[in-house]
């Protein structure tokens, strides 16, 4: 992420409100970083704009992230859930619970 440089980063996210934009809007305010926003058709969509790097990172839902995460196409910073996705993820990977409760 671009936090030293001070530059805005970019998010895409597919649904305004939706879980994966305020688990994206928890982690920003988390980490204090200036974020703009791009709105997507889909949540494949972001990830294909992530893989591509238009975009800086995302918050996806599990079902979009796996298969990129498990083909290590990206690398997932933390599972924004209680329960560990990191058998699928990996070790390095750390639930929020795990994180200290974004």
């Given at each position: 992420m671009r936090r030293r440089t001070k530059q805005a980063c970019a998010t895409a996210q597919p649904a305004w409100g939706g879980s994966n934009h305020l688990a994206c809007l928890?982690?920003?305010?988390?980490?204090?970083?200036?974020?703009?926003?791009?709105?997507?058709?889909?949540?494949?969509?972001?990830?294909?704009?992530?893989?591509?790097?238009?975009?800086?990172?995302?918050?996806p839902s599990a079902p979009?992230?796996?298969?990129?995460?498990?083909?290590?196409?990206?690398?997932?910073?933390?599972?924004?859930?209680?329960s560990p996705l990191a058998q699928h993820a990996g070790p390095a990977v750390r639930t929020r619970a795990g994180a200290g409760e974004l």
């Open positions: 928890l982690l920003n305010s988390a980490i204090g970083i200036d974020v703009t926003h791009i709105p997507d058709r889909s949540g494949a969509q972001a990830m294909q704009d992530t893989l591509a790097g238009r975009i800086d990172y995302q918050c979009v992230a796996l298969p990129q995460i498990e083909a290590k196409a990206v690398r997932a910073l933390a599972i924004l859930s209680r």
